[in-house]
């Protein structure tokens, strides 16, 4: 198997995970509150990462120069991604929040051309244009009725967006200087820090009342914390490091526009929901003209082995 076939399967996997963890965020915000959760999340995910490490001895040397090329890695994601979404996602509703990350490809893809000096080619930029009517297919019209709007909860998920296009630009700047595990460690480590900080400095400043602890001692949050940080903060970030090594950019902004496909689905075989005719048509505008894409640049590269 190539590299970059592990790597699309990385984003398959990141993506499914991601897709899922709204519902588990908005769960554990039933227990505490949203830079608690951060902390438990990121402490659990740098336990686990320690553990890998153990496991596989791979070991790093702390340099100056690795904390300067990795900080900003770790102030774009996790520490802005996470702080600015489980902030939003108080405010508003996971269709709110499908909405403004319906925009992520678009922002990625910019990101990429300006940053990066990646060129798409017209057939991604068509596929990432039917992907993105058929995302905001799904997220209108599951709105209609919802009069609900909190312009501060979307200002917040869209900086968050934006946070994440960022890391993306960064790491794929970076990826050649930096292993996998190098990369994933800092930014789980980084994390854990500084959401504890701000855990324990808003409870000295009386900001935050409640226990730090007494949530880990409940069955769903401990679920919940579990899964957030283990698959959702550990196994992504690795899965997200991985694939950023291997294909460009712009190619991660595609894969992306598969999230609320895993949003609805989750809807559908975990809560049961009924899956509706608008949902299937926007499904259909994501997956065809993605799949078409990969199917024509196989063609390409059959051709160019035939003619060569």
Request: aromatic residues 10%; hydrophobic residues 50%; proline residues 3%.
């Amino acid at each position: 198997m190539t590299h970059h076939i592990k790597a699309y399967l990385a984003l398959i996997g990141q993506i499914s995970i991601v897709g899922l963890s709204f519902l588990f965020v908005k769960e554990g915000l039933r227990y505490t509150d949203p830079f608690t959760q951060l902390s438990h999340r990121f402490i659990i995910a740098s336990i686990g990462m320690l553990v890998v490490s153990m496991a596989t001895k791979q070991q790093s040397t702390v340099t100056v120069k690795k904390m300067k090329d990795l900080f900003l890695l770790g102030i774009f994601y996790p520490v802005l991604f996470f702080s600015l979404q489980t902030l939003s996602l108080q405010d508003i509703s996971t269709l709110d929040a499908g909405i403004i990350n319906a925009l992520n490809p678009i922002i990625l893809l910019v990101l990429a051309i300006f940053l990066l000096r990646e060129r798409p080619s017209s057939q991604q930029k068509m596929v990432m244009v039917l992907s993105f009517v058929g995302i905001l297919a799904i997220n209108l019209s599951g709105q209609q009725g919802n009069a609900t709007f909190n312009l501060f909860g979307m200002v917040l998920m869209f900086l968050s967006v934006l946070s994440s296009g960022m890391y993306t630009i960064t790491a794929r700047k970076i990826a050649e200087s930096y292993s996998t595990i190098e990369m994933t460690k800092f930014m789980l480590l980084f994390g854990a820090i500084v959401f504890t900080v701000i855990a324990f400095g808003q409870r000295l400043f009386g900001q935050v009342t409640t226990s730090y602890i007494e949530p880990l001692v409940i069955p769903n949050y401990l679920i919940t914390i579990l899964y957030l940080g283990l698959l959702s903060s550990l196994l992504t970030s690795a899965l997200s490091n991985y694939a950023l090594h291997h294909v460009k950019a712009s190619v991660v902004a595609l894969f992306s526009n598969l999230t609320p496909i895993i949003v609805i689905l989750s809807g559908v075989l975990i809560l049961k929901e009924p899956i509706k005719m608008y949902q299937v048509v926007g499904i259909s505008l994501i997956i065809m003209p993605i799949l078409s894409l990969a199917l024509l640049n196989q063609f390409h590269k059959k051709t160019r082995s035939s003619e060569s």
